[in-house]
């Protein structure tokens, strides 16, 4: 039961909670030890929220779960871990969570309820409505990156940045949409209402239109912000931003991936290179060119 609920809970998505260390990087705060753990337990309160989370989505969509190749696997779908149980174990880490936050900084865990909140409206509601379901992806992306904020008494970290979270947050999930709209075909609708509502065409589009949005947003970011170097030497950290996302969509358009984002991190070894090497210029812009 242990092994099924820690897999209820996917570990392996914890990986988008990274960005709550945002703040804390780009307000030139790492290396200061305080900081660094507070953001640390911070992430690791994010993964046990975003679990809970996990575990109220799949007992929730257990039956449409097992109508997909995939997700039917998952323990509460195939019947191996019993939805009472499950819940009571996410309601009862919901709430540890909560008060774990509030002990690290009350607006940590304002914002931590704020994204738990979001989640539930979503579970229940929010996912059924073309457009807004992507967008509410997109809003628990950026309670991600305001959590860090209070962390770490952040001064200098720029609004730009909510902007590229925002709209890379919304390329993720319109991808997302295209590959369960391409695997799942004629029955698409059957497994998400919202899918009934999209096409191919449509979400190419959408598509397009955040991909140049989302360099647009950056470009200005690294030329206007506020707290970053004088000489303008974040733009040098554009290519990697460019190659990244050229990458991802050439994993999502021609691999046919895009189902989940966090594998595609994973596995795709260029893409991890694009990004290693954007943060490691980032890191030296900002701490030793500044």
Same mark, same amino acid.
């Given at each position: 039961? !242990?092994?099924?609920?820690?897999?209820? =809970?996917?570990?392996?998505?914890?990986?988008?909670?990274?960005?709550?260390?945002?703040?804390?990087?780009?307000?030139?705060? $790492?290396?200061?030890?305080?900081?660094?753990? +507070?953001?640390? /337990?911070?992430?690791?309160?994010?993964?046990? /929220?975003?679990?809970?989370? &996990?575990? =109220?989505?799949?007992? $929730?969509?257990?039956?449409?779960?097992?109508?997909?190749?995939?997700?039917?696997?998952?323990?509460?779908?195939?019947?191996?871990?019993?939805?009472?149980?499950?819940?009571?174990?996410?309601? *009862? !880490?919901?709430? *540890? %969570? !909560?008060?774990?936050?509030?002990?690290?900084?009350?607006?940590?865990?304002?914002?931590?309820?704020?994204?738990?909140?979001?989640?539930?409206?979503?579970?229940?509601? !929010?996912?059924?409505?073309?457009?807004?379901?992507?967008?509410?992806?997109?809003?628990?992306?950026? *309670?991600?990156?305001?959590? @860090?904020?209070?962390?770490?008494?952040?001064?200098?970290?720029?609004?730009?940045?909510?902007?590229?979270?925002?709209?890379?947050?919304?390329? $993720?999930?319109?991808?997302?949409?295209?590959?369960?709209?391409?695997?799942?075909?004629?029955?698409?609708?059957?497994?998400?209402? %919202?899918?009934? #509502?999209?096409?191919?065409?449509?979400?190419?589009?959408? $598509?397009?239109?955040?991909? @140049? /949005?989302?360099?647009?947003? &950056?470009?200005? &970011?690294?030329?206007?912000?506020?707290?970053?170097?004088?000489?303008?030497?974040?733009?040098?950290?554009?290519?990697?931003?460019?190659? %990244?996302?050229? +990458?991802?969509?050439?994993?999502?358009?021609?691999?046919?991936? @895009?189902?989940?984002? #966090?594998?595609?991190?994973?596995?795709?070894?260029?893409?991890?290179?694009?990004?290693?090497?954007? @943060?490691?210029?980032?890191?030296?812009? =900002? &701490?030793?060119?500044?």
């Amino acid at each position: 039961m !242990l092994r099924d609920l820690i897999q209820t =809970m996917r570990p392996k998505q914890w990986l988008k909670n990274i960005f709550v260390f945002a703040p804390l990087v780009f307000d030139v705060k $790492i290396g200061n030890p305080t900081y660094l753990l +507070r953001t640390l /337990a911070g992430f690791l309160l994010l993964c046990l /929220a975003s679990g809970c989370v &996990y575990i =109220m989505n799949d007992a $929730i969509d257990a039956e449409k779960d097992r109508q997909h190749p995939r997700k039917r696997l998952r323990p509460i779908a195939a019947g191996r871990l019993r939805v009472g149980p499950a819940l009571t174990v996410a309601i *009862l !880490l919901a709430l *540890l %969570s !909560l008060l774990a936050g509030f002990w690290l900084s009350p607006g940590f865990a304002a914002v931590l309820l704020a994204y738990l909140i979001l989640q539930i409206a979503y579970s229940f509601w !929010l996912k059924r409505w073309v457009i807004i379901d992507v967008m509410a992806i997109a809003a628990g992306f950026v *309670l991600r990156v305001t959590a @860090g904020v209070p962390l770490v008494d952040a001064e200098r970290f720029s609004p730009w940045m909510y902007a590229c979270i925002a709209l890379l947050a919304l390329l $993720i999930g319109f991808s997302k949409r295209r590959h369960e709209l391409t695997l799942l075909k004629e029955t698409a609708d059957t497994h998400r209402e %919202s899918l009934q #509502e999209y096409n191919l065409p449509f979400l190419d589009q959408l $598509i397009n239109i955040v991909t @140049g /949005a989302t360099l647009l947003a &950056y470009t200005l &970011y690294t030329a206007l912000a506020p707290n970053l170097p004088a000489n303008h030497a974040m733009m040098l950290t554009i290519p990697f931003v460019l190659y %990244s996302l050229f +990458r991802y969509l050439y994993l999502v358009q021609v691999k046919g991936l @895009g189902g989940e984002p #966090e594998e595609i991190v994973l596995r795709d070894h260029p893409l991890q290179a694009g990004i290693l090497l954007w @943060g490691l210029t980032v890191v030296l812009i =900002m &701490y030793f060119l500044g």
